[in-house]
């Protein structure tokens, strides 16, 4: 549920017009509407054969040729499985982590082995794979270990188990190191040929390699679809891309994901409230993949393997309750830890700095990350919250807006750091107590060079114009096929200008719901977490995500708004259409195939004359223009 920020804290960036021509039709057989083709066309797809790999992805290649060691690894296994040994899988703690150890754990237990999950503690053990635990493990007659979603930085870890004759297959999507750690094979995708399909693939998406691998191998089908169901709540609750062979392989999985023969996916589904209704990739990750990441962060990651290779289906009753309540618990404490990090913010002063960064000692580690993107999302700042480690030292998440490169920030401070690592939009690190102050004055000197070029804001980016008139059931029939939505492919934004607020009220929660015209057609919108005014102008643009909405039986379109502003024009007698461009007033009207824009002192520009213009200024006037009269979608 995305906050939606006050008019005076959006900036909007409206799309780029297209150039005539550019629009290219999906398969002739069933077209798709011309918003949806802009939308495309914006984000690269600009040919017919592009548009029908994104409809319908090739199949996935032979992994054997894109893992050179994948036919080693499966070998291994198989000689396991036939001889009843003793495997740890060797896990994390995010849903990642946790859905690719039961991905594995349950295909080896069908499939003659006797798998042992092994997951270390966030609180007490940290990430990844460590010395103790390889020792433990080789007290229990564990001869071969297989990581997921780690491995390829755990040096001393797998030094340690090759010391004690145990092998390990690792599996990772992190960072590889040099040197690295001793290994019988490793699946990575930067191991892959350039351009594989398989680059994008997460920690689960290589566990479903393996597991598919070795159960085409050993003719096991029904292991094979326990992984895809894994492989699709995993990849989607990971955010991973949704390119290459995940996007063919959530085509396939989504669809059956309901009717999982796993007990412990249907009793969340259940409790999710989702038990008669398809899954889709939204209502995995704003449903499914919270109730298991809820448990990484504040409860025993086994409980989640358990609940998702149990065969009893009360007992997975019984741990899906258990996912339910650590949930409610996650939510509970990031309310508070948010409410919390607001009032600091607010005892500071009205002016917040550029940086945000903020400490308390009680805040728990396992949902520091998520009020750190709560925020990010509020003030469009970068973010970070620490919380106490013991022995002086404090461990931060931290969270920034697109363009602020966290990994980047926390390389510029290392020396005032014990531990960093992360990716442009997130990182963590530990600190001193003593150097935070220090730290906080660094990384506040680069948040304000990057707002000197970003702007400040919350940015409002809509990639397609519709009118009210197009938004009905078979528009968003055909939006559906654009499906699965996720990083790389998000949810469409798209904005309608010139909307009336026929009616608007503040829900109990801070919720604004409007009723909105356009023309004859009206449509209910709502502004999750409102952050505004309580009296919007009469007319705004709007910019939204389109949703149907269920209630009481009842299914209706609805606007899930990320954006408003009070509308930059509106029609005048004539056919022309007022325009505010920078503080100007202009007037600009169709003419044949292109657009005329007049100035308060009765100056004509054509579109013609405006293309071949250099300035930015008439190239941004022009632009608004084209949009304001619906030149371009």
């Keep these: 549920m995305s906050l939606l920020p006050a008019l005076h804290e959006q900036r909007w960036h409206l799309p780029a017009p297209l150039a005539p021509g550019a629009l290219q039709a999906a398969p002739a057989s069933d077209p798709l509407p011309e918003p949806l083709l802009a939308l495309l066309s914006r984000r690269g797809f600009t040919s017919p054969e592009a548009i029908a790999a994104l409809l319908d992805p090739e199949a996935a290649p032979a992994a054997g040729r894109h893992f050179p060691d994948l036919a080693k690894a499966v070998a291994r296994l198989k000689r396991a499985c036939s001889q009843g040994e003793a495997v740890a899988i060797c896990g994390d703690y995010d849903a990642d982590g946790m859905t690719s150890t039961a991905l594995l754990v349950g295909v080896l237990q069908r499939l003659g082995a006797r798998p042992i999950a092994a997951i270390p503690s966030r609180m007490d053990d940290g990430y990844g794979l460590n010395a103790a635990m390889v020792e433990k493990l080789a007290e229990q007659g564990v001869a071969l270990l297989v990581t997921v979603d780690n491995g390829v930085s755990a040096l001393e870890a797998l030094e340690r188990a090759k010391a004690l004759g145990v092998e390990a297959i690792l599996t990772d999507h992190h960072t590889i190191p040099d040197p690295l750690p001793p290994h019988l094979a490793l699946l990575h995708p930067q191991r892959t040929p350039p351009g594989s399909p398989y680059r994008g693939l997460a920690g689960v998406g290589l566990a479903y390699v393996l597991a598919a691998a070795l159960c085409q191998s050993l003719r096991h089908t029904d292991g094979q679809q326990i992984a895809l169901n894994l492989f699709c709540i995993g990849t989607i609750a990971d955010m991973a891309p949704l390119v290459g062979v995940n996007r063919r392989w959530l085509i396939d999985g989504l669809p059956e994901l309901s009717r999982s023969p796993l007990v412990g996916l249907q009793a969340l589904q259940q409790l999710a409230g989702l038990d008669e209704t398809p899954l889709d990739a939204q209502a995995v990750g704003f449903q499914i993949a919270p109730r298991i990441n809820a448990v990484g962060r504040l409860g025993d990651p086994q409980l989640v393997v358990e609940l998702l290779t149990t065969e009893d289906p009360s007992r997975a009753l019984a741990l899906a309750r258990d996912c339910e309540a650590l949930n409610r618990q996650r939510r509970d404490l990031c309310t508070a830890i948010e409410a919390e990090a607001l009032a600091l913010l607010e005892a500071d002063g009205p002016q917040c700095p550029a940086f945000l960064l903020l400490a308390q000692n009680h805040w728990h580690h396992g949902v520091i990350g998520i009020v750190a993107a709560r925020l990010v999302e509020r003030f469009g700042l970068p973010a970070a919250l620490l919380a106490g480690e013991g022995n002086g030292r404090l461990r931060a998440s931290v969270r920034a807006p697109r363009g602020f490169a966290v990994d980047g920030a926390l390389q510029q401070c290392a020396s005032l750091l014990e531990r960093f690592g992360g990716h442009p939009a997130a990182g963590g690190f530990t600190v001193r107590a003593e150097q935070v102050a220090a730290l906080h004055e660094q990384l506040n000197q680069l948040a304000q060079t990057w707002l000197q070029q970003a702007g400040h804001g919350t940015p409002v980016e809509p990639e397609a114009l519709l009118s009210f008139e197009q938004i009905n059931r078979s528009f968003y029939r ?141 190239r941004g006037l022009m632009q608004d223009a084209a949009l304001a009269l619906g030149l371009v979608a």
């Design 478 to 618: 055909q939006l559906q096929r654009l499906e699965p939505f996720g990083i790389g492919h998000p949810q469409p934004v798209f904005w309608s200008q010139g909307c009336q607020v026929a009616t608007q009220k503040l829900l109990r929660g801070g919720h604004l719901q409007l009723e909105l015209r356009q023309g004859e057609a009206s449509l209910r919108a709502m502004g999750w977490r409102w952050q505004g005014e309580t009296n919007l102008p009469a007319l705004l643009d709007v910019a939204y995500r389109l949703r149907l909405d269920s209630w009481q039986g009842e299914e209706r379109l609805q606007l899930e708004l990320v954006g408003l502003r009070a509308s930059a024009g509106g029609a005048v007698d004539g056919g022309e259409v007022v325009l505010q461009h920078h503080n100007r007033t202009y007037w600009c009207r169709r003419e044949g195939a292109g657009l005329v824009v007049r100035n308060a002192a009765g100056d004509e520009l054509t579109s013609a004359e405006g293309a071949s213009h250099d300035h930015p200024y008439v």
